[in-house]
């Protein structure tokens, strides 16, 4: 043992101290007994795709393939359902499906993709439903579908909800109203930034003006309490660079929530859309610019850092790599805040627009909807010219042979009061990797393999006040804690996991929980 770890290990010994290095320092094969996972599934139930969930009631609910589920996560270690209901496309709709040439056997179901709670008694769900979004509500308490304030038991999901399952999307509920980003269309070329539920106007993107490309598609969207924005990540074919070849660019875009669109010019369409590129790149490299998913974490400051994970077009295939950027806020904001790009209509190349400065300023949150000078420029000026570089210029992470496809973030306080932030990554082969960021770099603390056979994960989901990640995938749902410590069975495996949730317990000779190492320290 080094001296200075014989020196530690007589005392209570954060585990995240001491050196970095890349790459995972423990794998567990899938069904390893010192990483169990808890797992739920019901019958006849596949694609448990979107999560929702009630710390304070202990649920999850859980859209699945023609199927929401209600989960009681009460005791550890146990998730039963208290409650499912089944919604699958009538008949008619199934045939209508099948009949457009879509597959009876994978496609023409009812794929859940919005569930969002719009207050205490009331879930608002939508589904792909065989290539027809719809929407309904579902009465939380004795779980059945119910009709809307109109009376009307189906709605019209279209702008909310994806035709295909295959098409991404993403949908966040602020204040009483849907924020969704999808497909709008059966052949899936016209995606959407809508805002609907609600008393005021529902509002779009608008199509005509091409404020999104064609193949837009969304990974997630956020809303920082007490700001006025709502964010989405999302991947889109650039036309704002001359290159011979399609090229991909991750961007961001955000609309105010105080929009409500203009009187004459821009009826029913946004008024603050924005949109800008994100990058995330590494001397040396192709540039990391195909994202597949964000997070937002809430910082100590009511702010946030976005998380994403991104891979690379030019190195497809189990030989690319993944990389991990994170963007501050501010470093968003001072892109939107900055210049605009114009289309010349003459060259048909994208310029700086150099003209005079408008007030209020066009695409800011104070615009209101009879400035018509303004809205009409917001029609064409809605690329920025900045792009949003990450925290330190440079990725969090980069990792070789893998593709991350989703991530969450958590911020934990080790044995000291020292803050972490952990990163819990997951694999297009269905691998879990728990990262924690250090001062001199990223640390792999654990690598999960998750399942018997490679999939991907269809969700992740942080309860943090449980201790708990869950995971949604193809056959069911996996509850996995945030860490075992008592795996270590000496004060140097302990130490050297790095784990911050983790501590050597002098006393007791054990590696325990953070929270409760110091206890009778
Ligand atoms: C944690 O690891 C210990 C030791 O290998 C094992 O006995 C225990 O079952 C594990 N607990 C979980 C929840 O995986
Ligand atoms: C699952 O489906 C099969 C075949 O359709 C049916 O026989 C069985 O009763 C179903 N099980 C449940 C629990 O619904
Ligand atoms: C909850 O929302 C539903 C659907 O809009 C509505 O019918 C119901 O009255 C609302 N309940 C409360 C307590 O606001
Ligand atoms: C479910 O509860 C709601 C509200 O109490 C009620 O309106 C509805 O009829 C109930 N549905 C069923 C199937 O019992």
Redesign the pocket.
């Known amino acids: 043992m080094p001296a200075a770890l014989r020196l530690l290990c007589g005392v209570v010994v954060p585990a995240a101290m001491l050196c970095a290095e890349s790459l995972p320092r423990v794998t567990f094969p899938s069904g390893d007994p010192r990483r169990t996972l808890i797992h739920f599934s019901q019958d006849n139930v596949s694609h448990y795709d979107v999560f929702l969930l009630d710390e304070s009631k202990e649920e999850l609910y859980v859209g699945a393939r023609d199927w929401v589920l209600a989960l009681t996560l009460g005791t550890p270690g146990s998730i039963h359902a208290k409650a499912s209901l089944m919604w699958g496309p009538t008949a008619e709709k199934t045939s209508e499906c099948a009949f457009k040439k879509k597959s009876q056997e994978t496609e023409c179901f009812n794929f859940i993709r919005v569930l969002v709670a719009v207050n205490q008694?009331h879930l608002y769900v939508c589904g792909t439903y065989a290539f027809s979004p719809t929407c309904t509500y579902i009465?939380l308490?004795?779980f059945?579908l119910?009709s809307s304030d109109r009376g009307q038991l189906f709605l019209d999901g279209k702008g909310q909800c994806p035709f295909d399952p295959q098409h991404t999307y993403t949908a966040l509920l602020v204040d009483g109203e849907l924020y969704a980003g999808t497909m709008n269309n059966f052949q899936g070329n016209e995606p959407i930034i809508s805002r609907s539920l609600g008393t005021r106007t529902l509002l779009k993107t608008d199509a005509f003006l091409r404020w999104l490309s064609a193949d837009a598609a969304f990974v997630a969207s956020f809303s920082v309490p007490g700001d006025d924005k709502v964010y989405f990540f999302f991947e889109e074919t650039a036309d704002e660079f001359d290159f011979f070849e399609r090229l991909l660019v991750p961007r961001v875009a955000r609309v105010c929530k105080s929009d409500v669109g203009g009187d004459k010019v821009l009826q029913k369409k946004w008024t603050t859309f924005l949109k800008a590129q994100l990058v995330c790149s590494q001397a040396g490299r192709f540039p990391f610019n195909v994202i597949h998913h964000a997070f937002a974490l809430l910082r100590q400051d009511g702010r946030a850092d976005f998380y994403a994970v991104f891979t690379s077009q030019w190195q497809a295939g189990r030989a690319g790599s993944a990389a991990v950027c994170a963007y501050s806020q501010e470093d968003l904001e001072k892109v939107f805040d900055g210049k605009f790009k114009e289309l010349n209509k003459e060259s048909s190349r994208w310029t700086v627009y150099s003209g005079p400065d408008m007030n209020p300023r066009p695409g800011s949150c104070s615009m209101g909807p009879s400035s018509d000078k303004a809205l009409s420029f917001m029609k064409d000026h809605f690329l920025m010219d900045g792009k949003v570089s990450p925290i330190q210029g440079r990725p969090l992470l980069v990792m070789p042979d893998v593709t991350y496809t989703h991530i969450t973030v958590h911020e934990t306080r080790d044995v000291f009061g020292t803050m972490y932030r952990v990163m819990f990554l997951a694999t297009a082969e269905g691998f879990l990797h728990k990262a924690v960021e250090l001062p001199e770099g990223p640390h792999i603390v654990e690598s999960i393999q998750l399942f018997a056979k490679p999939e991907s994960v269809r969700n992740l989901l942080l309860a943090p006040q449980k201790g708990i990640l869950y995971v949604g995938y193809s056959r069911g749902v996996l509850q996995i804690p945030l860490a075992n410590c008592s795996l270590h069975r000496s004060c140097t495996e302990c130490v050297l996991a790095r784990d911050p949730y983790c501590a050597w317990h002098g006393p007791s000779s054990s590696c325990r929980p953070a929270r409760s190492a110091t206890e009778d320290a």
Request: aromatic share 0%.
């Open positions: 008694t009465h308490e004795n059945t119910v």
